[in-house]
């Protein structure tokens, strides 16, 4: 998230750290009716510096992430830039890490149709896929992707491409 602040900023909080002294900060010196920091705070509240992200706030930011691809939480974290361990910590503290990780497995998960059984197989990974359906080696599996091949009687395909074709296939019923 980008803060700017202005000169004029710097300029109050230069002359408040002028009553530095050896051993002690300005914050015991300075009174607290002096201009400088009352300015001071009036300018952070008015410009919302250091405003705790709220529930709805940051469910937009990571609704519009996500509506540009962005779905790890790095990516996230780097386009607020923000560090990755306070995107963790604001996506557990606001209940939406769920919805991040749904939409991360909706862009690199898989789901597996088999012939023989008519409920589709959500898979969040390739090595995922190959312990759910074990004959399939690592080659054949990308193989699969995006292509109408059926190999042991068994079709691929990337979650999104699936949601796009089954509108009634629900991701946060399978992850």
Request: aromatic share 10%; hydrophobic share 35%; glycine share 4%.
């Amino acid at each position: 998230m980008k803060q700017t602040y202005s000169d004029e900023f710097y300029n109050h909080l230069y002359r408040l750290e002028s009553y530095n002294k050896v051993g002690e900060s300005w914050s015991r010196k300075a009174d607290k009716n002096n201009p400088d920091l009352i300015w001071i705070r009036n300018y952070i509240k008015e410009n919302n510096l250091f405003d705790e992200y709220s529930h709805d706030r940051l469910e937009r930011m990571l609704n519009n992430c996500i509506s540009r691809g962005l779905v790890t939480i790095k990516e996230i974290a780097d386009d607020l830039e923000l560090s990755v361990r306070k995107m963790h910590n604001l996506l557990v503290k606001y209940d939406l890490l769920r919805k991040q990780r749904l939409a991360y497995y909706a862009k690199v998960g898989y789901v597996i149709t088999d012939k023989n059984n008519d409920n589709p197989v959500f898979v969040k990974s390739i090595s995922h896929g190959l312990r759910v359906a074990p004959e399939l080696s690592r080659r054949s599996f990308v193989n699969l992707e995006g292509h109408r091949v059926m190999r042991n009687g068994r079709h691929l395909y990337k979650t999104d491409v699936w949601k796009e074709q089954h509108p009634e296939f629900n991701l946060e019923e399978v992850a």
